[in-house]
């Protein structure tokens, strides 16, 4: 018998119970020993309710061979799985927020202490990413990651360009679904992603990488009116989070972007994941599949709990995925050359294009046809787009074309991506 | 020094030479010890000139742990992997026909000497699957797997869509690209894909699947006619390889089928490769990359060789993968229900549609506007599709037509996919 230990019983929490009771689980010899929940009351009627407690001592006095970690956030998870892994307990985790914070320095306790720390279903739901990643990929150097790892953000902007919602109108939709949460802001933010980006770019290019130091722009702004441009242009917005290997470093950014609808991510919809590992011998590699619910990352908390079983609970590890001793990542992306569409109120037009044509050096105007834009876009405006372009280089240019007379507001500015120049 | 002995140094074998070079390799202490060719004057100016025999027993008498076969086909690829397992050597092989005929017997015999036996690269060439499918996914009871999983045959059908190229022209280009064998049929007649779909469905149902019994039909007669009919229709026509658990057994099937252009198969293009997993936990994961080729293919290879270091030249596996002790799959489809697209050549136009309208229950003539089908599919023909009727039903309704003295020809009987009722 392998003993499982769970902290937590919401949503994922009550999808592993679930799991467990399965043949293909049972025949493993996995069963519930005790379960960590903060309110008793909250669970007396559950069929599991012999197996609760609300003293986080009870899991580590009990005969626990495995301690599941489910309940997400930092405090009190960070405590929980120190302590377990510090009693020679084996920790599956499904907390992005705690990995990408303190990943490294877990693992490395995990390490000391003759245990595994595994946390494949912190990022991408069910979607088997972080074993493919680090051991089917294992002999290629990945030089790029690009992902679709926000299922909220990626539900909202899907029902914004499907349906011409507004984004307040489909966020309130994201959350009458259980897609989005009361207080939206780590997803639609872009915490969320930057977390998750953080933990793969982390394996993938073996740094260590500091969510809160990627880039990080998020979609509360997204209006109709960039929907209906990005349309009229043959593009779709999308969250993307990206991390790239370059000459100065590791890159990474997650934002809003307008893709080309040709594009293998434009095409995943609704609450939906998608991730594209391009690496040296391989190529592009796609995995796509539920990033969030109940069964599938129950599915990738379960795949863990196998692992470990199938390696008889013994300290299997070639290398630490995540460690605090491996090279920083420098960050910023000033430098990055990026492809920019940028839309802007001119309190006077033709010295506003003057000037644009003055700073840029490869840019475009876009005079959208009225008539198939179906008057979707506010005809006082000043649309352009800048090819080939550096992040600081932009910035220094919207800010003196924000200070001029001639220009009112600037409206917009959005990267493209799948264009001719795609550094991030 | 892990040593490794490499059975054949062709395309993919020079792939794995070449990625044993890399950083990633060396500090893991991969090396390779000999080479195995048939003919040794064809390498004598190569690198690795060295390492070279052409006696198999110069293997087994170095000092070898892991034996890697990249030769292909059965003979004599299932007699060396056989002496190298039974000598107590590790085999990662690349070879779909050794796996899929031999796979169950050959893992048996590595488990009896203690060693492993891992193919990886022989099904979706460097895309991670079996690892996914066998590690993450192992909570899962599988229901379905649909997948394109022949880069040849996708090439040419892509061709055919895409610039309008007849079949023959399509499959000169994919030879002249070096997609397609001289002699292409092993790929265009269905047995490359019904051999990676009997290694993948063996795996994920549990099951002794001999991919001889699979239902297999090649793309060597879809037309420009077909693929015209299927465009205006919104379809595309893709070799689709399909199984599925049902309440009667496995069913599995290899065959051109019309695509929903909204599938996500639908969006594979050229020599790729992409497979749909579905778990009752999990739903749908897609994998999709590069399915052959020389880099991919030994990424995948080199993927399974760190799989063994990682584990210490141990014999670590949990169950096996493909067994011979495993019940047989009922493999025939005469009960599944599918939707077709049948066109057929009159001798007497209205007793053909009269008699169509007597045989099938669901059913609708299609009358293309000539217009827009730009004249491409001859008009003498009756066109209809048939929906939710059984394969047995179906053949023997389809007979029936041939023999009828209203209807000069059968010009074709494809399956529909995306559609209502969508058996196997």
Same mark, same amino acid.
């Given at each position: 018998m392998v003993n499982i230990g769970l902290l937590g019983c919401g949503t994922i929490g009550s999808g592993v119970v679930e799991l467990l009771k399965k043949e293909s689980c049972q025949k493993r010899q996995l069963r519930i020993e005790r379960i960590l929940v903060r309110n008793l009351n909250k669970h007396?009627?559950?069929?599991?309710?012999?197996?609760?407690?609300?003293?986080?001592e009870d899991i580590l006095d009990g005969d626990i061979d495995i301690v599941v970690e489910v309940?997400?956030?930092?405090d009190p998870a960070y405590f929980y799985v120190k302590q377990s892994l510090l009693q020679g307990r084996h920790v599956v985790t499904a907390n992005k927020d705690l990995i990408a914070r303190h990943g490294g320095e877990l693992q490395k306790l995990a390490r000391e202490n003759g245990v595994r720390l595994l946390f494949e279903?912190?990022?991408?739901?069910?979607?088997?990413?972080i074993k493919p990643l680090s051991e089917?990929?294992?002999a290629n150097s990945i030089t790029e990651i690009r992902g679709i790892v926000n299922g909220t953000t990626n539900f909202i902007l899907s029902r914004m360009y499907n349906s011409g919602k507004s984004y307040q109108s489909a966020l309130a939709e994201a959350q009458a679904f259980g897609f989005?949460?009361?207080?939206?802001r780590a997803d639609v933010e872009g915490y969320d992603a930057a977390r998750k980006l953080a933990i793969l770019s982390s394996i993938a290019f073996q740094s260590s990488i500091d969510y809160e130091y990627i880039h990080r722009e998020g979609i509360?702004?997204?209006s109709t009116d960039d929907i209906s441009l990005a349309k009229y242009l043959g593009y779709t917005i999308k969250l993307l989070a990206v991390s790239r290997k370059t000459d100065d470093g590791i890159m990474a950014r997650v934002s809003p972007v307008m893709l080309e609808?040709? %594009?293998? +991510?434009? =095409?995943?919809?609704?609450a939906y994941n998608a991730i594209i590992i391009k690496g040296d011998a391989v190529g592009d590699v796609l995995f796509f599949g539920q990033g969030a619910g109940k069964l599938p990352t129950a599915s990738a908390v379960l795949g863990d709990i196998i692992d470990i079983v199938k390696h008889n609970?013994?300290?299997?590890?070639?290398? %630490?995925? +995540?460690? =605090?001793?491996?090279p920083e990542a420098r960050m910023d992306i000033e430098n990055c050359r990026t492809n920019f569409l940028i839309r802007l109120k001119p309190s006077n037009r033709l010295e506003t294009m003057s000037e644009i044509s003055k700073s840029f050096q490869r840019f475009e105007f876009i005079f959208p046809d009225r008539i198939r834009l179906q008057g979707?876009?506010?005809?006082d405006q000043v649309i352009f787009t800048v090819w080939g372009v550096s992040e600081i280089d932009i910035k220094q240019k919207i800010d003196a074309l924000r200070k001029s007379?001639?220009?009112?507001?600037?409206?917009r500015v959005i990267r493209i991506e799948g264009g001719e120049i795609n550094d991030v």
């Open positions: 007396y009627d559950k069929p599991y309710q012999h197996m609760l407690t609300d003293r986080f309940m997400g956030g930092i279903a912190s990022v991408g739901g069910g979607i088997p990413i089917s990929l294992a989005a949460e009361a207080d939206p509360e702004d997204i609808t040709g %594009d293998p +991510l434009a =095409q995943v919809a609704d609970l013994g300290q299997y590890r070639a290398e %630490d995925l +995540l460690s =605090q001793d491996l979707a876009v506010d005809p007379e001639s220009v009112h507001s600037i409206l």
